[in-house]
Each structure stands twice: as C-alpha cells, then as structure tokens.
C-alpha cells in the first residue's frame, strides 16, 4: 500500500514538473521561430508546438499558429535550397495546423490569414502544382481579408509584397519589403505575439 502511494506521488510530482517545464518552455520557444535557421530548427520546434496544442488549451490558436509557421518555414527553407523540391506535405501540414487553430479561436483571424495566404503562394511555387491560380486566388483573397482587419501588419506586407514580386513588379515588392521591416521593428507588449517574418525578406538597397 504504501508502494502504490509512493509510485502514485512519483507520477503525480513528475506529470507537474512536466506541466511547469511546458510553463515556462512556451514564451522560449516563441521566441525561436525569430532566430531558427536551419529545417532541423523548425522541425523540433514544430514538434514542441505539437505537444503544446493539448497541454496549453489557454493558448491553444498561438501553439496551432506557431506549428503552421515552423512547417511553412521549413518548407520555404528546402524551397530555396532547391527550387524543385516537392513540398506539398509540409504545405499541407502548415495548412491543417493553421486551420487548427482557427477553428478553435476567434482571435488573431488576421495572422492566420495572412499565414494562409503564405502559404498558398508556396503551394502555387511548387514544380509542376496544378491549382496554381487556385493558389493565387486564395493568396489574393486572405489579403483582402487581412488588409479590412489589419492594414499595417507587416506580415500582411510581406505577403503582399511576395505576390508583387511573383508579377514582376519588382518595384512595388521592395516598397512592401520595406515597409515590413519597419514594421517589425515595432515590438509588441505580448512576448508571444506574431513578430516573425525577417526570413522572408530579401535584403533590400
């Protein structure tokens, strides 16, 4: 019998300790989808965000959000590295979890989106996709959705910007690249706000 408690209390000091460790690890691992370089980066902390979508039911749409970026960023990461590689499972995983998110919150429509809105225009510049201007029309249509929300986001800029660039007007993208940055220069009061997107923006004269 007391064995049974001991074991039990065992169990119970751990799964508290993991709870905590989860606490603390969360604003940790906001903060690297800022600074991750590398597809291994963003595939643990998309991993980490996984685990947080049922540990953290109080932030549940920011871990959902967070796991789509990771996705979407790895998949922009092996995109660059080679322009033909297939991405359409990474695309699609970014897709669900935003969508996760989504469902589960009315907050931050806006981010999610513009994340959508990304990420339709990777699908549309993966070789040999079919639905590319199915892509293009959501790209264009989760701007207009995010622009009546939030005009200044400069994620919103820089997908905008991304869309310029992709028909040629070259101008117009650097002016939007441009302002994203400045955007982003802006720090928000909350540390797990949406402040990402520098990876996105090619280095401007």
Known sequence: MKKTIL???????FCLHAQTYSEKDFKQT????NTSKTESDYETIFQKFSVFTSTKPSEKWD?????AVAMYMKAELQLKKSPSTDVSNLSALAVKYARGGASDSKINTAETDILLGLIALQKADIKGAKDVQSNLDIASQMIAKAQAVSPENPR????KAKLAER???KENAEKLFKKALTGLETKSTSSTAPSWGRQLIPSVN
């Open 156 to 159: 919103l800029a820089i997908l």
């Open 63 to 67: 871990a959902y959000y967070y796991a």
């Open 7 to 13: 074991i039990c209390f065992c169990v119970v000091g």
């Open 30 to 33: 906001v903060s690297q989808v």
């Open 167 to 169: 028909s040629g007007n």
